[in-house]
């Protein structure tokens, strides 16, 4: 897919005082876009405080305010400091380009230039900011709204997949007896036991999120989904008892006490696993996975707990 064919939307502010270049990007763009356009950097800060753009093409020399000054205000902005900028400017100087890009500028290319390689970059900053603002900050692993997209796309390509559905047993407990600095790096050793049993089981193009919290999703195959399950679960009842105190690892179990100060002794965390295929019924929409996975996981959770973690694959037919 191409710069042009990829449409991702949005708008586009293009902050140059040269009127036949803004005149250029405005006809480039306005296929795919909402084009915004400013010929002096104190007009570009104040559209884009007004308008918040999904990206701004910025001029170094302007009038009233340059861009690089243009640029510091934008990053200084809560607001606004998420908004990818680019620099299209005839200023070509190597101090000037990393004084640039060090005060925050996701890209930078010098005039005269290719519309065709300006419209790449632009894709390509855009596509990669979806990424990180879909990312759990925790993980960096794409976060819900990238894992009902990448799920869609396989219901939509017709070929057979498996969602791999893991959540931590007994999370809360180990988070209040340790922290949460602590229950963080249970949750990011989960993630690489996924993101390992999918490099060790799984296919070039299986896709790992992270819902949020102790939960994750992995798409893949259903022809390797029990491998990778299975891999995960035995990692998993081998790593975690290493974040526990010895005392707590030779009981089994820690103790917790309720606001009302009734105490319970609660199990070490291990993992759930529950998968959806397509295996031996079709799957026709997200909502048809949540179900299936919640199902699997409700009935898991309601099993004699044996101090291991589990995995089932869904093997119901139509």
């Keep these: 897919m191409t710069a042009r064919e990829e449409k991702a939307g949005g708008t586009i502010l293009i902050a140059d005082d040269e009127d036949q270049m803004r005149k250029i990007l405005r006809r480039e763009f306005s296929r795919d876009y909402k084009v915004l356009s400013a010929k002096d950097g104190l007009r570009a800060i104040n559209i884009v405080k007004r308008d918040l753009p999904t ?50 500028a996701d890209d930078y290319l010098t005039k005269p230039f290719s519309l065709n390689e300006l419209a790449a970059r632009v894709a390509g900053v855009l596509r990669r900011n979806r990424r990180a603002l879909q990312s759990n900050p925790l993980t960096l692993l794409p976060g819900s709204p990238a894992i009902e997209v990448e ?30 600095s602590k229950g963080d790096q249970v949750i990011r050793a989960a993630g690489e036991s996924l993101r390992a049993a999918s490099a060790e089981y799984g296919l070039p193009d299986d896709f790992l999120g992270h819902i949020g919290g102790d939960d994750f999703i992995l798409v893949t195959r259903p022809s390797v989904v029990r491998n990778i399950a299975a891999s995960v679960a035995a990692h998993c009842d081998e790593s975690f008892p290493n974040f526990y105190l010895p005392a707590h690892r030779s009981s089994g179990f820690v103790v917790t006490r309720s606001r009302e100060g009734s105490v319970s002794k609660i199990p070490l965390i291990t993992m759930t696993l529950a998968a959806a295929t397509t295996e031996n019924r079709p799957i026709e929409h997200y909502a048809e996975v949540v179900e299936t996975l919640g199902d699997i996981k409700r009935y898991l959770k309601g099993r004699d707990f044996d101090g291991t973690s589990a995995f089932l694959i869904d093997r119901r037919k139509d």
């Design 55 to 104: 990206l701004v093409l910025l001029d170094f020399d302007m009038p009233r305010l340059n861009g690089y000054e243009v640029l510091k205000q934008l990053r200084k902005d809560a607001a606004t400091r998420m908004i990818p900028v680019i620099f299209v400017t005839s200023e070509n100087t190597d101090s000037v380009k990393v004084e640039i890009l060090n005060a925050g």
């Design 151 to 180: 799920v869609n796309r396989r219901i939509a390509s017709l070929e057979p997949f498996a969602c791999l559905y893991a959540d931590i047993d007994h999370f809360k407990a180990f988070n209040d007896v340790y922290g949460y």
